[in-house]
């Protein structure tokens, strides 16, 4: 008999955990995805963006090591300026404990969080206090074997009821970006 002894309270418990990780990334690869910025994701996000009215957009695909947005959008003029009057800056790569995302991919379905501070497990999140994130709806890629691909997903600095036509439109986007990766060429048709 082996005792472990229990683990620290800490943010990265709080993630869920991901055992399509190595299968997703073998299918990214042979999809020729993953590993770097792809132009037309980053217009796809821009779409995404501009129809939520959000300033942040994503095209996620979480692997072992973390998380990298080959789709991203984010706004010219960060809409978050820290006490010391800097801005964060929002890259391609995160951590797996960072963000919503993650919990989209173990859950299989849309996340839609209006005020992350009315939720405990997600007020605590980093994104919350490095980028002031408050609100986030995501939906996860699905392809035909069943395998989560990532994630598309906005967020905003604020509050944001998104309700149920927000549910529908990233859910629908997200149905359609699934179809163009299984046959990924680097390009989309929109």
Known sequence: MS???PRPAGRLLLTPEDKEA???AGRLRLLGLGERPEPALDAFAHGLAELTG???AMVNFPDERGQF???LYVPAVAPVVRSDGSSPR???TLPRDHGFC???VARRKALVLEDVHDYPRFAGNPVVDEFGIRSYLGAPLIDGTGLVLGTVSVADVGPRP???PGLTAIKEHAAQLV???EGWDGRLPY
């Open 162 to 164: 998104w309700g149920k």
């Open 102 to 104: 993650p919990h989209v």
């Open 179 to 181: 179809v163009q990766l």
């Open 22 to 24: 190595p299968a997703r």
């Open 54 to 56: 959000a300033p942040y």
């Open 90 to 92: 929002v890259g391609r």
């Open 3 to 5: 005792y472990d002894p």
């Open 69 to 71: 947005y080959a789709g």
